[in-house]
């Protein structure tokens, strides 16, 4: 499966902005798809995972209560809605989709390739 992920761009902190990863194969349902983020000089981290259905999410530390990951199966696509923006948020965002394993240990085969999100102070 291709994945491609937009909506990135430059907000203020405090702002929101809403994510999409677009996936090229059907059903998307046969994919558990998370979102990642990796900021300048760090290490990609984990941010945000939905189960296959929609029904399981899982969110890091730092995200939980501001973050809402969902998706659309219909459609073929998924979304981060981030809320509350921090400039600790600045990073670009990977979206991931497995195909057996969802969550923040998934195997994640497929990787989108990016969007950068930067929050100013």
């Known amino acids: 499966v291709q994945l491609q992920a937009f909506g990135g761009g430059l907000v203020q902190a405090g702002g929101f902005l809403r994510l999409s990863c677009a996936a090229s194969?059907?059903?998307?349902?046969?994919?558990?798809m998370a979102w990642f983020r990796q900021a300048p000089g760090k290490e990609r981290e984990f941010v945000a995972a939905?189960?296959?259905?929609?029904?399981?999410?899982d969110y890091a530390d730092s995200v939980k209560g501001r973050f809402t990951i969902s998706r659309d199966n219909a459609k073929n696509t998924g979304y981060l809605q981030m809320n509350s923006l921090k400039p600790e948020d600045t990073a670009v965002y990977y979206c991931?989709?497995?195909?057996?394993?969802?969550?923040?240990?998934?195997?994640?085969?497929?990787w989108g390739q990016g969007t950068l999100v930067t929050v100013s102070s």
């Open positions: 991931a989709a497995s195909a057996t394993r969802w969550g923040r240990y998934g195997q994640y085969d497929y």
């Open positions: 939905i189960s296959w259905s929609g029904g399981n999410t």
């Open positions: 194969r059907r059903p998307f349902s046969a994919f558990a």
